[in-house]
């Protein structure tokens, strides 16, 4: 039963196959039947060019050249303002790698915004900030975790919770630019952004291994008590 069954599904499978060849090659039908096919499958090739001139000319003129150049504005803005934020958690932690690991990547971020400019540079354009709205919630709400937690057992657990995102947040973004770069052939655009992309994923590794192996124990020990 079992193998006519198995039989059953394999002929109708070839017999679907051999319609759709038939079909793709226009070999099924009398020569008029093929002839009023074709006429068809042209008519809606036809259609469908024209849909698409409509649709690009309809559209204004932005590109992906210009995506990137906002993208660019975008991060620089991040940056400039997680350099700024990171003093108040590192004054906040308490684990000494902890406070190691956010003054390290906060030298590295400002290589990170002077690497930004030397890519408007590329671009031939001035440095310049474009307000995110991403960003400033997340750090709105690592502010409003610190104050929560700041000076709790938890509070190194909340500082690697916010970093974390704040990393996550860097990582997306330098992972589309770098896309964008490759696929405008901006090679030594696509260099630096590879090299700040590796950075934000060596932070974002080091905080999970803070995390699981220290400091997450170390403030769960106060909720056995
Ligand atoms: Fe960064
Ligand atoms: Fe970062």
Redesign the pocket.
């Known amino acids: 039963m079992a193998t006519a069954e198995k039989s059953t599904k394999a002929d109708k499978a070839s017999k679907t196959a051999a319609t759709k060849t038939a079909r793709a090659s226009g070999t099924k039908g009398t020569p008029a039947t093929r002839e009023a096919r074709k006429k068809r499958a042209e008519a809606v090739a036809t259609k469908s060019a024209a849909r698409k001139a409509a649709s690009v000319s309809s559209k204004d003129a932005k590109s992906l050249s210009d995506l990137f150049e906002h993208a660019l504005g975008d991060i620089y803005y991040?940056?400039k303002k997680?350099y700024k934020s990171l003093p108040k958690m590192i004054k906040a932690a308490d684990h000494p790698e902890l406070v190691q690991a956010l003054t390290s990547?906060r030298e590295?971020?400002a290589g990170?915004i002077e690497k930004l400019e030397a890519i408007f540079g590329l671009l031939g354009k001035r440095a310049k900030a474009e307000k995110c709205d991403a960003i400033d919630g997340i750090l709105e709400e690592s502010e409003s975790l610190l104050e929560d937690f700041g000076s709790s057992v938890a509070a190194d657990a909340a500082i690697i919770f916010s970093c974390q995102a704040i990393e996550h947040y860097?990582i997306t973004r330098y992972g589309s630019m770098r896309a964008f770069a490759d696929a405008l052939g901006m090679d030594e655009a696509k260099q630096l952004i590879e090299e700040?992309l590796a950075?934000?994923k060596a932070?974002d590794a080091g905080l999970t291994e803070l995390a699981e192996e220290s400091v997450n124990a170390a403030a769960a020990e106060y909720d056995d008590d």
């Open positions: 991040a940056e997680i990547h590295e971020t990170q860097e700040i950075e934000e932070a």
